[in-house]
């Protein structure tokens, strides 16, 4: 079974960090982009950045560009989201999902797995 587990949310402050991990199983892992995305309540699910797998270059949305990183390990079929100087506006679940395209991507329809999510809440 395809599978990617986020995990890594929790309850912070304003200006705090927290690293997202989502690891992949079930699928070619090496041959998938990975993108993250959050959706906060009411509204819609929102990009937050990608990492390629071809060269692990990355992008990011404006409201992040930054503030967080993203990282893979392919031996550990693993991306990680380094989220710094977290604000109350980044509060929503986080989710990755993985993309067979090699240029980005930042529409939810463009990717094939996606995770069940993980909760990051940013306290002011």
């Known amino acids: 079974d395809v599978q990617l587990q986020a995990s890594g949310g929790g309850l912070v402050q304003t200006g705090d960090s927290l690293r997202l991990s989502c690891v992949a199983s079930g699928f070619t892992f090496d041959d998938y982009a990975i993108g993250w995305f959050r959706q906060a309540p009411g509204k819609e699910r929102e990009f937050v950045g990608w990492?390629?797998?071809?060269?692990?270059?990355?992008r990011y949305g404006d409201s992040v560009k930054g503030r967080f990183a993203i990282s893979r390990d392919n031996a550990k079929s693993t991306v990680y989201l380094q989220m710094n100087s977290l604000k109350p506006e980044d509060t929503g679940v986080y989710y990755c999902?993985?993309?067979?395209?090699?240029?980005?991507?930042?529409?939810?329809?463009?990717?094939?797995?996606w995770g069940q999510g993980t909760q990051v809440t940013v306290s002011s």
């Open positions: 990492i390629s797998y071809r060269d692990r270059s990355t």
């Open positions: 999902a993985a993309s067979p395209w090699y240029q980005l991507k930042t529409g939810t329809s463009e990717y094939d797995y």
